[in-house]
Structure formats: structure tokens, C-alpha cells
Antibody, heavy 117, light 112 residues
Framework: QVQLVESGGGLVKPGGSLRVSCEASGLTFSDYYMSWIRQAPGKGLEWVSYISSNGNIIYYADSVKGRFTISRDNAKNSLYLQMDSLRAEDTAVYYC??????????WGQGTLVTVSS | QSVLTQPPSVSGAPGQRVTISCTGNSSNIGAGYDVHWYQQLPGTAPKLLIYRYSSRPSGVPDRFSGSKSGTSASLAITGLQAEDEANYYCQSYDSSLSGHLVFGGGTKLTVL
């Protein structure tokens, strides 16, 4: 079955950087768009970014554009989110999800990113 | 404030039927873009519940159903059970937004 496992979350100071990763198994990773979705504590879901199967098409939410970079390594079945210039409002659980026909059909368990001094 | 509006909360007794609405506009639901629904049980990751308005992934009980009318979509849950208590989110594509993808604000379902 499809499994998505995020890692790399943690505590970082405002203005700092962090890279979170997602390792996929149980699917032909290179066939699918992938996405990052986040959820601030006690809040709803927010789509952060998604990337096409070969990495040529990338979208970002306005809230992270210019600060976050999504990438993937199909040889390693891995998805990444490089987060720079982090702000307190970026504090959230970051979920990796398979993106298929405009929906997130499989989700990881999430990794918590806390931005605080 | 999301462009997809959901009621913050709904409630129902076991065995009852509840519905959750998701109201959009002419840039998203009204333009014919698909609506999907997710269930998030307490302390867990969201799970796809309904896709393309009314289709259920394998393993989702037929107590859950979805529909669309005009610029709105709805999720209906019949035969309410205690384990249905969760947050529910609608999601669609919006042609006016950067990145185009949007979630509703979420609805907390309480089983009385």
C-alpha cells in the first residue's frame, strides 16, 4: 500500500531555514504529482505547494512564494520542501500528499515545524 | 477566510443524518471544478473521504455521500456513528488563486 513518511521537522528561529522530506513507497513515485499541505495548531488545512511528476510544473501558495522551494528526487522516491526566511506563522504540521486529479488521495502522518525564538 | 465556506460545526445523535455544506463561487465550484472531501479524526492526518463530488475511495462506507448544486457542494452522513466525530474539509480548484487549490475552513462534527 502507499506509504508517505515525512521527516525533518523541528524548532527553528524566525528567519531561519529548515528542509523537510517525504519518502514514498508502495507507488511508482515518478508517475505522480506530489504536494505539501500544512495545518497550523488548531487551524484548518492550507495547500502549500505541488510539483509535477518530472518537476517541471511547480505551484506555491502566495503565503510561501519566494521563501519555500519544493523539489523531488525520483531516483530516491523522495519529496522535499526547503523553507527559508521562516516566520512564526509558518508553525504547522507539514503533510506530504500524493496529488492526483486535483485531490490529495494519500497523506503522510505529518512533521511538526515550530518557528519560535 | 477561505473562498470555500463551511459551517464551523454541526452535530447529530447516533443514527441520524447530517449534512455539511461547502459554498463557493463562479471561480471554483460554480465553474464546474471537482470538489473533494476529507475526514480528519482527532490527532490523525486527513484522509480522502469523497472525490469528484460523489465518488468514494475503497473502504469508505456508503453512509458517506456527496453532491453538488450550483456553487455549492454537500457531504451527507447517514446512520451517524460515534466514530464519525471528526473535522471535515472540502477542497476544490479555483481559477482565480495562485496555485489554484483551496480548502474550506473545516467543519467539526459532534456526535451527541
Amino acid at each position: 500500500q502507499v506509504q508517505l513518511v515525512e521527516s525533518g521537522g523541528g524548532l527553528v528561529k524566525p528567519g531561519g531555514s529548515l528542509r523537510v522530506s517525504c519518502e514514498a513507497s508502495g507507488l511508482t513515485f515518478s508517475d505522480y504529482y506530489m504536494s505539501w499541505i500544512r495545518q497550523a495548531p488548531g487551524k484548518g488545512l492550507e495547500w502549500v505547494s505541488y510539483i509535477s511528476s518530472n518537476g517541471n510544473i511547480i505551484y506555491y501558495a502566495d503565503s510561501v512564494k519566494g521563501r519555500f522551494t519544493i523539489s523531488r528526487d525520483n531516483a530516491k522516491n523522495s519529496l522535499y520542501l526547503q523553507m527559508d526566511s521562516l516566520r512564526a506563522e509558518d508553525t504547522a504540521v507539514y503533510y506530504c500528499a500524493r496529488f492526483y486529479m486535483t485531490t490529495a488521495d494519500y497523506w503522510g502522518q505529518g512533521t511538526l515545524v515550530t518557528v519560535s525564538s | 477566510q477561505s473562498v470555500l465556506t463551511q459551517p464551523p460545526s454541526v452535530s447529530g445523535a447516533p443514527g441520524q443524518r447530517v449534512t455539511i455544506s461547502c459554498t463557493g463561487n463562479s471561480s471554483n465550484i460554480g465553474a464546474g471544478y471537482d470538489v473533494h472531501w476529507y475526514q480528519q479524526l482527532p490527532g490523525t492526518a486527513p484522509k480522502l473521504l469523497i472525490y469528484r463530488y460523489s465518488s468514494r475511495p475503497s473502504g469508505v462506507p456508503d453512509r458517506f455521500s456527496g453532491s453538488k448544486s450550483g456553487t455549492s457542494a454537500s457531504l451527507a452522513i447517514t446512520g451517524l456513528q460515534a466514530e464519525d466525530e471528526a473535522n471535515y474539509y472540502c477542497q476544490s480548484y479555483d481559477s482565480s488563486l495562485s496555485g489554484h487549490l483551496v480548502f474550506g475552513g473545516g467543519t467539526k462534527l459532534t456526535v451527541l
